[in-house]
């Protein structure tokens, strides 16, 4: 069971809007802002890559080696978004990990990510990588 405890609340400004009181006064910050839009967490080192788990990712695709898409159900209204990676195993297999992405300039759907080991990045060797977790904030279409 889950409990909300409020001790005040008051009107807002604007949809979405919250104020939250900090140690160094009034914070205010837009609620849909700072929510993940799109979160996965991939599995790349199988022959098929798959989302083990997904908000807003609707499949995947493999471009080879390290190489993957990743599509959304529901468009970003912009290609302007962030995106935050993390990559690995689920036992130590040849060290760190590393996933970085780019989008296309006009493709508001996808977002491209590539994984390598730490020992590859100077060679840009790219690695099939077992875990790519992956959050995306931005404003949906």
Same mark, same amino acid.
């Given at each position: 069971?889950?409990?909300?405890?409020?001790?005040?609340?008051?009107?807002k400004t604007s949809a979405g809007d919250i104020t939250v009181t900090s140690e160094g006064g009034a914070v205010t910050m837009q609620l849909q802002q700072g929510l993940a839009k799109v979160w996965f967490l991939l599995e790349g080192d199988i022959g098929t890559p798959v989302?083990?788990? %997904?908000?807003?990712?609707? #499949?995947?695709?493999? &471009?080879?080696?390290?190489?993957?898409?990743?599509? $959304? =159900? @529901?468009?970003?209204?912009?290609?302007?978004?962030?995106?935050?990676?993390?990559?690995?195993?689920?036992?130590?297999?040849?060290?760190?990990?590393?996933? %970085?992405?780019?989008?296309? #300039?006009?493709?508001? &759907?996808?977002?491209?990510?590539?994984?390598?080991? $730490? =020992? @590859?990045?100077?060679?840009?060797?790219?690695?099939?990588?077992?875990?790519?977790?992956?959050?995306?904030?931005?404003?949906?279409?």
């Amino acid at each position: 069971m889950s409990e909300i405890i409020v001790d005040d609340l008051t009107g807002k400004t604007s949809a979405g809007d919250i104020t939250v009181t900090s140690e160094g006064g009034a914070v205010t910050m837009q609620l849909q802002q700072g929510l993940a839009k799109v979160w996965f967490l991939l599995e790349g080192d199988i022959g098929t890559p798959v989302f083990r788990d %997904s908000l807003n990712g609707s #499949s995947v695709t493999d &471009n080879g080696t390290g190489d993957y898409t990743a599509f $959304f =159900s @529901n468009s970003f209204n912009s290609n302007d978004n962030a995106l935050t990676t993390d990559a690995g195993y689920t036992q130590n297999v040849g060290g760190t990990y590393l996933a %970085s992405s780019y989008y296309y #300039s006009t493709q508001t &759907n996808q977002r491209r990510i590539r994984c390598s080991s $730490f =020992s @590859n990045i100077a060679s840009s060797t790219l690695t099939d990588c077992e875990q790519i977790g992956a959050s995306i904030f931005g404003d949906l279409a």
